[in-house]
């Protein structure tokens, strides 16, 4: 392992149950995560997510394969022999304490001197933007300030790890905003590994250094969120992350053929079949409409929805297939688009993907 990665997860398998009745939750999962990065698992519900988190935690023991920390094999370690802490959806703080009283909690069953927790908790109502509310108790606090509490509980004893399970789903839209950049902010402040677990699309993408997209306990892809959103692996991620168009049409070498149209040129992902028929993705403001004439694909305008800044439009091409357009509204409001007007689709160079045909 090298010295530049925090937790390696080593070919991890989990099975829960035996039998016809067993179940596999993770199923071979290896994965490397660097160190002072912010690493998120996304996936929907069931995907094994939270159960690698809980491996990485010690909250759990794999059935098959090892995890890593700091190169260290770690895997049948308990909890708390692990330099690793968690935040939950629930923030477990004690109710009878006082803000500070939560901060300083797990730096006491330490045994640190007084003067320590006193000065790490300052120092960590500070980061946390807390400082006026130290004497208050829980039930006192906003949403978005106990999540904040739970979190400078997590980080007073300066983990190497920070794991955190969808620690923001129980807040609401416009707090989950806001706690999304302070998350950030404080995992760049502390320079501390953050692995994050959600199902959240949008967390992932503006808060991730990296992410890793699981379906059915295998780990389909890991890269930045702007690798992951425009080459995604296969259609599962093109279909989670953000919205995608999908197409049918023969593949020959780098180009693409969509029954009768023009042939077109497209980027094919690691396993995607080199000829034949296919299937490719393009993202919905990948796509541009061109009215009154010229090149392109045409297409029938089906129907037109303003949603402010933008556009959508869902168009047929003469095959009947659906694509979706999204476009920035003129300054006008209307995009000049009527049910059943001929136009045509031109596609952003390199936008269209030809993906593998297993996910």
């Not at 950049?181 to 991730?208: C, W, Y």
């Amino acid at each position: 392992m090298s010295d530049e990665n925090a937790v390696e997860a080593r070919a991890a398998r989990k099975i829960y149950g035996q039998g016809a009745g067993a179940v596999t939750a993770l199923d071979g999962v290896s994965l490397l995560i660097r160190k002072g990065e912010f690493f998120t698992l996304l996936g929907p519900s069931g995907c094994g997510k939270t159960t690698l988190l809980k491996l990485i935690a010690g909250f759990e023991s794999p059935t098959e394969g090892q995890i890593l920390l700091d190169g260290t094999d770690i895997t049948y370690d308990p909890p708390n022999r692990r330099p690793v802490n968690t935040v939950f959806q629930s923030y477990a703080l004690f109710p009878h304490l006082t803000v500070a009283d939560n901060i300083g909690f797990g730096l006491r069953m330490q045994g640190r001197p007084k003067r320590e927790v006193a000065d790490t908790v300052a120092r960590m109502l500070a980061l946390v933007r807390l400082e006026a509310m130290a004497d208050r108790k829980p039930g006192q606090l906003s949403g978005g300030q106990q999540q904040r509490v739970a979190l400078a509980r997590a980080l007073a004893p300066s983990p190497k790890v920070l794991l955190l399970d969808e620690p923001l789903s129980a807040l609401d839209l416009q707090l989950r905003k806001e706690m999304q950049v302070e998350l950030k902010r404080l995992q760049v402040e502390t320079g501390i590994t953050f692995v994050f677990v959600t199902h959240d699309q949008e967390e992932a993408l503006t808060m991730s250094d990296r992410i890793g997209v699981m379906q059915a306990g295998r780990l389909l892809q890991v890269g930045d969120p702007r690798a992951i959103y425009t080459r995604p692996a296969n259609r599962f991620v093109a279909s989670f992350i953000g919205e995608s168009n999908f197409l049918t049409g023969t593949r020959d070498g780098d180009t693409l053929a969509l029954g009768a149209g023009p042939r077109l040129t497209a980027t094919a992902m690691d396993g995607a079949p080199a000829s034949g028929p296919v299937t490719a993705a393009i993202r919905p403001e990948q796509v541009r409409i061109v009215q009154g004439g010229g090149e392109g694909i045409p297409a029938t305008v089906v129907r037109s929805v303003y949603f402010g800044t933008d556009t959508h439009a869902v168009v047929a091409l003469t095959d009947g297939t659906e694509i979706t357009v999204r476009m920035q509204s003129p300054a006008s409001g209307d995009a000049g688009l009527a049910p059943g007007q001929e136009v045509r689709l031109t596609f952003e160079p390199g936008a269209l993907i030809v993906l593998p045909e297993v996910a």
